[in-house]
């Protein structure tokens, strides 16, 4: 007989409760994907795997089989959010306890801080241009600066970031209408800034193979192994906090069909765009440009000019606030569920971003550099850990009632709310997967699967008493 339990109020709110309705078909999955792909990082991420020495055949190769990779993950980390209804932060209450989940979310959460800043800025520095088009006078504001950053930076920096806010105000059926009709708007931009390039260029002049240099042998194999890695770290954060989207989905036919969709069908189809752009750009402008905002600010149309401008905002927004919004909005709002709402939370991690000053970031490449690879080393163990728990000790079983309360019968109060193995396993994992890093730095790009493979295996062996558990708890039902 299924056993209640009383709700705790420390680990329940109006945001964190199973959604009951789950109104998203595949069409929301897919433009979900789109957003998170359509942005300047995909853009200029896309083209940059040619300087691994790659010619076209094999980056695209590379492309398909990363993504592939991604599409699994994506699959096994949306199906508990989809089955329960339930935020990331909740799914990981199964592995970690009802409150070590906090360990997770924080993790999740700050890492998405950090890069919703950066990603505001990549906004901002579109929407300067629209200003320096319709205003050129403000050019004039870039001269001076405060904290690192010009007048003109600022404008431009806090228009994207209340844009942002108010978006984010209305909610998820608010994000969800402006996921759902700018992904397919910015590929009519992306396919008209295609074809004005291929015109300006002349087909017979753009060549796919990019890289100054040519591969041989099982050099080739070793940077395809390197870009398939790559593809897979860029879309780690977005794929672990996957449930707090999938939460919202009908059925899991649905979620998986739209992930079909949106990743391997949807992220080859922009990188052969944006190949197809930077590839032109060297017969257009002289030399090879990677970066879209940079290309549309040399256009010597206005119209293409603006549509661009417009596309990189648009497309910038979308994978912040799918991205880097939603995800610390639910992981702080689990810290603290009473006190911190899901609005709240969002609004902490949008606040944090600036005091972060993104702009000295990312015009620090050795600190971005360190920041993915810490990013790849932390969040490699968390897939590990929950998708092992789901699949191999739950055996994809969720008593959701344990997810919400602080009663010791609760399949996942562990010790006093924390499972200590799956924090150990988590520290293990970690530690290995930080010092192959940064000790070792040919391992860099593949601490992602190095601390999911070290954390999943540990984690199983230290579970074995709890999984015979739930394997007689199943044999004894009726």
């Known amino acids: 007989m ?56 094999q980056v695209f190769i590379s492309l398909l089989l990363g993504i592939s990779i991604v599409l699994v993950f994506a699959n096994l980390m949306g199906k508990p959010g989809q089955k329960a209804g339930v935020p990331f932060p909740v799914v990981a209450r199964m592995s970690f306890g009802v409150f070590g989940a906090n360990i997770p979310a924080i993790i999740r959460g700050l890492i998405a801080v950090v890069w919703y800043g950066i990603q505001t800025f990549l906004a901002s520095s579109s929407f300067i241009i629209l200003l320096l088009y319709f205003f050129p006078s403000m050019a004039s504001l870039a001269d001076k600066s ?20 108010i978006v984010f105000m209305f909610g998820m059926d608010m994000i969800r209408k402006v996921i759902d009709w700018s992904g397919p708007a910015i590929y009519v931009a992306m396919f008209a800034l295609c074809i004005y390039m291929v015109d300006r260029a002349g087909w017979e002049n753009i060549h796919f193979n990019l890289s100054s240099t040519s591969l041989t042998g099982m050099d080739v194999y070793v940077q395809m192994f390197i870009a398939i890695a790559l593809v897979a770290g860029y879309f780690a954060g977005p794929t672990l906090n996957f449930s707090d989207f999938s939460r919202y989905c009908g059925s899991y036919q649905k979620l998986k069909f739209g992930n079909l969709l949106g990743l391997p069908v949807n992220f080859v189809l922009f990188s052969l765009f944006s190949v197809v ?46 991205a880097n919004f939603v995800a610390p909005a639910f992981d702080f709002s689990n810290v603290s569920p009473q006190k911190i709402s899901f609005k709240a939370g969002g609004f902490i991690a949008a606040f944090g971003s600036v005091l972060l000053t993104p702009w000295n970031l990312f015009n620090n490449p050795e600190v971005i550099h360190y920041t993915v690879d810490v990013l790849g080393a932390m969040i490699g163990p968390l897939y590990g850990i929950i998708i092992v728990d789901y699949y191999f000790i739950k055996k994809g079983h969720i008593d959701v ?29 970690g530690s290995i997967s930080i010092l192959a890093t940064f000790v070792f730095p040919v391992l860099a ?34």
């Open 277 to 322: 752009i930077v590839s032109a750009s060297i017969p257009v402008f002289g030399e090879m440009i990677t970066d879209p905002v940079e290309t549309v600010k040399r256009l010597d149309s206005g119209f293409i000019t603006v549509l661009g401008a417009l596309t990189f905002i648009f497309a910038t927004v979308g994978i912040n606030i799918v």
């Open 401 to 429: 009632a344990s997810l919400y309360t602080e009663s010791v019968k609760g399949l996942y109060w562990y010790d006093n709310g924390v499972n200590k193995k799956s924090v150990y396993a988590l520290i293990i994992a």
């Open 146 to 165: 405060f904290i690192g950053l010009s007048y003109l930076g600022w404008i431009g920096f806090s228009a994207m970031w209340v844009v942002q806010g």
């Open 2 to 57: 299924k056993q209640e339990f009383e709700q705790s109020l420390k680990l329940a709110n109006s945001d964190l409760l199973p959604e009951k309705e789950q109104k998203w078909g595949w069409y929301s999955i897919f433009a979900f994907w789109m957003s998170d792909v359509h942005s300047v990082g995909g853009y200029v991420f896309a083209a940059s795997l040619f300087a691994l020495g790659l010619n076209g055949i």
């Open 445 to 478: 790009n593949y601490a992602l699967f190095i601390g999911g493979i070290i954390a999943g295996l540990s984690y199983r062996y230290m579970m074995e008493a709890e999984r015979l558990a739930m394997q007689d708890m199943a044999l004894a039902k009726p």
